[in-house]
């Protein structure tokens, strides 16, 4: 692997051995988000000395807006660019290593007991099945804007409470993405597996799955009238048979582990849905 020149990079890898897998800010990227951000600021800027100062022949109310939307998304880019300097993620079979400049942090996968995620848009998960149809691993699919970098990410909690988080502006970002929830999943998806089947009620911040179904606010929504659930401008939607409207809606960013959410809605459908009910979609083989 052809290793940046950075002095406590190489040094990490010459402790820790060689990553199955570098992620990080590319110099191309990052001078071109760089460029946007600032243009956007200074086109701001302009605009709002020709706005104040000389006057607008007509009020509009859209250019109004723009005066201060465009200067914000464009320091709003460079906050975030900033952040993300001089930073690496390494991936090692036992765990991701952070480091940004000069200082280490290690989130071994064993020690990860929550992943959240933003994500704006997704139908369903992706799944790698064993021979007998079972998930193996679950992950969404990371989205990728090119402009509101704060509407996606990713973040890992160790069991002491010890948060990192990740960004678009990371490069293969989806594939850091779909990385830490299929190595999360095979640590943590056994033990919640067998707490569902042992009759426990398993809570994903505000929802909550059992043998009945989804719990929601009181609410309770039967398996044999689950249809689906799916994710729509950042919010977890859940709809039941026969319904337009959506049965509960709740902000993504606010459930833990939304990977094994939807593994494990897929996982009560096998054995409680309607026989009718079809295999969640975006299947792939397990190799």
């Known amino acids: 692997m052809d290793l940046p020149s950075d002095e406590h990079l190489h040094r990490a890898v010459t402790e820790l051995g060689e990553p199955a897998a570098l992620f990080r800010v590319s110099p191309a990227r990052f001078a071109a988000k760089l460029a946007l951000g600032l243009s956007l600021v200074l086109v701001g800027l302009v605009a709002n000395y020709l706005w ?79 021979p007998h149809g079972a998930a193996a691993a679950c ?6 804007p090119t402009f509101k970098l704060w509407d996606s990410g990713l973040t890992v909690t160790r069991a002491d409470g010890t948060e990192a988080h990740f960004g678009p502006a990371l490069s293969d970002y989806a594939t850091l993405a779909e990385e830490v929830q299929k190595r999360t999943f095979a640590v943590l998806w056994p033990a919640l597996r067998a707490r569902f089947y042992d009759g426990a009620r398993v809570s994903f911040g505000e929802i909550e799955l059992d043998s009945d179904g989804v719990h929601h606010s009181g609410k309770l929504l039967r398996w044999r009238d689950f249809k689906e659930v799916a994710v729509a401008q950042g919010m977890l939607s859940f709809k039941a048979v026969g319904k337009w409207l959506p049965w509960a809606l709740v902000g993504l960013n606010s459930v833990p582990n939304p990977h094994l959410l939807f593994a494990l809605v897929d996982e009560a459908l096998r054995f409680y849905g309607p026989p009718e009910s079809e295999p969640q979609p975006h299947e792939t083989a397990q190799p």
Not at 53 to 61: C, I
Not at 91 to 115: A, K, N
Not at 139 to 144: K, M, N, R
């Open 52 to 130: 104040w100062v000389d006057g607008p022949a007509t009020f509009d109310h859209f250019v109004f807006h723009l005066l201060y939307i465009v200067p914000l998304i464009g320091g709003a880019l460079l906050y975030h660019m900033h952040r993300n300097r001089g930073l690496y993620i390494l991936i090692y079979p036992t765990g991701l290593l952070r480091l940004r400049r000069g200082e280490v942090d290690s989130f071994p996968w064993v020690d990860i007991e929550q992943v959240g995620l933003k994500v704006q848009r997704a139908d369903g998960a992706e799944f790698a099945r064993d």
């Open 139 to 144: 992950w969404l699919a990371a989205d990728l």
